[in-house]
Each structure stands twice: as C-alpha cells, then as structure tokens.
C-alpha cells in the first residue's frame, strides 16, 4: 500500500515538477483527511520539504450500455501541497525529549512548525532522510536536538537502512541473550 501511495503522489505532485520524492511519512493534523510530511529533491539539487494534504472525492460514473442507467461510485484522491519549505530554511529539527517514545516533534523554520508523527518509527525515518540529503545536497550537518543519535546516525558495521537495521539489531541481542541463558553453566565445586 504504501508503495504505490508513493508512486501516487510522485506522479501527481512531484513528477510534474521535476522532482524526486525521498521519503514521506503520514502526519497527525487538526484538519480533516490524509496529511503527508514529504521530504523531494529537484534536478537542480534543491531539497523540499513539503505538507501534502489528500482529499478524498466522491463522483458519479455513469456505466452500462445505452438502455441502462447504472450509476456506479468512484473514489478519487486529490493531493496538494499545503505547505513547502526548503531544507536549507531549516535551522533546527527538536524531538522534544529524546528518552520518551514520543512521535511529536518541531521543525523550526521562520517560524515553527510542529509535526506530529504516526509513530515515533516513522518520526525517526524522516530525520534519518533529512539527516543525509543535508549532508549531500546543502553541505552542512543537520541541526538535531533531542533525538537518540544510535538511531539516526549509521554505525561502522551497519549502514544507513532505516527501521529494519534497528529491529534486526534488536533481535539479534534478544537471541545472544536467550542462547547464553540456555547454556549450562558447569558448576565446579
């Protein structure tokens, strides 16, 4: 589902433009729909970040042969760029309180814009996507503040492959763990 979301909203809204979408996670806003925090680059190197929201409309199709007036229902998806930014603009991104799994956090622009995540996974895998293309694209490290920096910056074994690093690392302590309590320990006495 979520790759051909993708692949929606790069041919409605980026596409035309020439511009690539990087990454986007779903936002929480006050306002009614489906809300996109998307992060694009431009041929000439320019990297967006954007609000996309998604409106969902109804229409009538009219289907059948001559005779018949069957109507039949059709949802559509509009999407439009709420509200855009340019990530050389963005002097700061907070997570508020880096030891609490909280999915909220600001990205401080002129002015600051609050974003509020599906999930803390999704919040971290945008600051991830933001964290590379300002080192690629503007030559200047991120100005982070309040993140845990074991989950943004890449380690020397594993690279930068988002949430799946991180899960398949956990398990992989889960396991030495289960495997080391279920070894006999030789009692020498």
């Avoid at 409309?57 to 709420?82: D, V």
């Avoid at 990205?107 to 600051?127: G, W």
């Avoid at 899960?167 to 889960?174: E, G, K, P, V």
Wanted: hydrophobic residues 40%; proline residues 4%; neutral net charge.
């Amino acid at each position: 589902m979520s790759s051909l979301l993708r692949e929606e909203m790069q041919r409605v809204l980026f596409r035309p433009s020439k511009q690539s979408l990087v990454e986007y996670i779903e936002i929480e806003e006050p306002t009614h729909g489906r809300h996109f925090l998307c992060v694009s680059v431009a041929k000439n190197k320019l990297v967006q970040l954007c609000i996309v929201r998604c409106q969902i409309s109804q229409t009538a199709l009219k289907s059948g042969s001559k005779g018949s007036h069957t109507e039949r229902s059709s949802i559509q998806e509009c999407y439009r760029k709420a509200e855009v930014w340019s990530l050389q603009d963005l002097t700061l991104v907070d997570g508020r309180d880096a030891d609490v799994d909280d999915p909220c956090f600001l990205l401080h622009f002129d002015k600051v814009r609050t974003v509020t995540a599906v999930s803390c996974s999704a919040k971290y895998s945008f600051v991830r996507a933001l964290f590379v293309l300002s080192e690629q694209h503007c030559q200047k490290p991120l100005n982070l503040q309040n993140f845990d920096w074991a989950y943004i910056t890449p380690t020397s074994f594993y690279s930068n492959r988002g949430d799946c690093v991180v899960l398949t690392q956990i398990c992989f302590y889960a396991l030495n763990l289960v495997c080391l309590s279920m070894c006999p320990v030789p009692l020498d006495a």
